[in-house]
């Protein structure tokens, strides 16, 4: 799922993914799941801005991060983004299981940020 997983369809304008918490495997989503998955992270790397409802802006967690909603026969799960010039930050993976982002993910995702800022 990243620049190095798949090098020969990379463009030299596509941005890498950086994954700094979770992944997206098989199981616990199922091949559909991780399909589904894989083409919404491809059209980040391409530059495009998914609208709702496929992702939902994140401003309580800093600019320019995201909510990338993802429908599994399995249940519902989210993936934590940020969009940076260079590339597109993963913070989290996790199963969504109330109408609101749980608050320990958010201050997770708050504290990988600081330390990836940080490098």
């Known amino acids: 799922m990243s620049d190095v997983t798949y090098p020969r369809i990379m463009c030299a304008t596509d941005k890498p993914l950086l ?35 496929l992702s939902r802006p994140l401003p309580s967690l800093g600019a320019r991060c995201h909510e990338l909603r993802l429908g599994d026969a399995g249940g519902i799960w989210r993936l934590i983004y940020r969009v940076d010039e260079d590339a597109i930050v993963i913070l989290d993976v996790f199963q ?24």
């Open 19 to 53: 994954w700094l918490h979770g992944m997206v495997k098989s199981p616990p989503l199922s091949a559909q799941g991780r399909l589904d998955a894989g083409v919404l992270l491809r059209r980040l790397q391409q530059g495009a801005r998914l609208p709702m409802p």
């Open 96 to 119: 969504k299981k109330t109408t609101t982002t749980p608050q320990h993910v958010i201050n997770a995702c708050r504290q990988r940020l600081r330390a990836y800022d940080a490098q």
